[in-house]
């Protein structure tokens, strides 16, 4: 009986001192915390490391040529504030100014009456050698392509503004209204 008595009065001495069920549910929640505490340190860690900068350089029609640190996903309008904005001589209408950069690119602003040659008028040259980039070609120059007019042009770049750069060319027919037969005219004369 003495036996009973004890651990009758041991557990009324963990329940009235908080070591019964809100004890445990306290140790619970203090780990729980922990947890949490963890997964957000390790969350800030990998966002720090997604949120490095690109780096552009702008040259040409602008105030400040020169090379820009950017956030992924920036677009050519904000490298040219970044870059003290155009200068009066600049053929801001060559240019697509809401296409998205990539890292390392480079984007060359055409002076008006600069001839307005597509091979490098408005984003990075959008050609290699004599084959157009289909990743930074703007639509006039996409438009260069055989059975490539200005609808399937606008695809192209609607395409690369939702999905980001063409892996390889093949990826092209992934463009609505660009199928074999289309893909197969322009193969040579495309690169990425």
Known sequence: MKKIFSLFLAILILLFTGCGEDGILLAQDTESRQVQKEVASEENEEAALSNEPMYVYICGEVMEPGVYPLPEHSRIYELVEMAGGLTEDAAPE???MAQELT???????????????LSQSAVEDGTD???VNINTASKDLLMTLNGIGETKADSILSYREQ?????????????????QGTYSKIKDMITI
């Open 94 to 96: 060559s240019v697509n």
């Open 103 to 117: 890292d390392g690119q480079m984007i060359n602003i055409p002076a008006a009456g600069d001839g307005q040659e």
């Open 129 to 131: 050698g004599d084959k």
């Open 163 to 179: 999905n980001g750069p063409f892996d390889s060319t093949e990826d092209l027919m992934q463009v609505d209204g660009i199928g």
